[in-house]
């Protein structure tokens, strides 16, 4: 005769039989504990009622199906390192992000002609802070803090005497300021497509057009700058290309009208991301400068057209901190010689 308490208790030891794993067993040793198991539902049945088991059967799929709704736990957004290095060009932050970079640049160049012989070496650190405005809007400013030194060798008379100049400063740079909008998202055959304005203001120290032997920390002009830029994805590879113009105001500087100095640019290469974590790319950058005009007269050998090859490595280091080291190496006389570079850029999340 079964008790009360037996009835009570039956149930659950029932349900945590049938709740145990199978092991692996032959088929005959299978067929005879599924016969076994369906002899205890049926028990199981007989002994609480079959009202009763089908609504503890209903209760136990509802929490198999909770538990399997359940979130394990969702990822921690990160930083987009595939396009990170066209931070420059393109838009990549939403509308209220925030991202602060530190970029340290040394750059040396040297030129060395019959009895003539210069050297320009610089250091610059440039903090810049992006923020996204609008849906595919970004705007930045930065404020370069720089400290360059200038040295020239002459060799004059006869017989030759060498004379040498040299000059130092340290200060504020031009500080600069922009938009960058996607004008077509990437679709079908069209590639993103990025236009940018910017503009230049002259805050820091001009160069003296009346000795070329002193060194300045910007130009003293004001300049207004746009620029379009094509971006394509081909997984895990990025390809990009880019034209610009920049126009520089005419100023009088020590006395003198300055005027002339505009440029065109233009750069192309690729992106290759290795992992979630580290990506490298390769860019061309060029330039066609126009000549100075001092006092509407203009200055021979002041037209430049450097040509540079750029190679970038940007690793994660954590969520939200990212490093990239590049060098940059001139392609042609016009270009300075080498220009090594070290950015942090950390992303408020």
Known sequence: MITTETRAVLPALLLVCLSLPQATLSDESYRSNAVQAGNLTALAEATIGPDLMLAQ??????????????????????????RLFLREATVLLEPGEVEF???????????EQSGFEFRDRELRATPTLRGGLLPRMEGFVEVPVVWRQSRFLVAAGSPPSIFEFEDDKAGVGDISAGLKYVLVREQNIWPDLVGAV???????????????????????????????????????AVVFGGVGYEYSFDETLSGVEVSGGSRFTYNFGV???????LTLSGIILGEVRDELEFDGVTSLGTDFEPISLRATTTYRAAKGHVFEPSVQFG???????????LSYIFKYL
Not at 101 to 111: I, K, N, P, S, T
Not at 271 to 277: L, P, T
Request: aromatic share 6%; glycine share 10%; charged share 30%.
């Open 57 to 82: 059967k209903a209760e136990n799929a509802q929490t198999d199906e909770l538990d399997a709704s359940k979130p394990l736990g969702e990822k921690p957004p990160l930083l987009d390192l595939s």
């Open 101 to 111: 970079e530190l970029a340290l640049r040394y750059l040396r160049d040297e030129v």
């Open 198 to 236: 910017n503009f230049t203001g002259p805050s820091g120290d001009a160069p003296d057009p009346n000795d070329v032997t002193t060194v300045g920390l910007g130009t003293g002009r004001w300049r207004v700058g746009g620029a379009l830029t094509a971006i394509r994805s081909y997984d895990p």
């Open 271 to 277: 992106g290759f991301s290795v992992n979630d974590q």
């Open 331 to 341: 392609l042609n006389e016009d270009a300075p010689d080498v220009e090594l570079r």
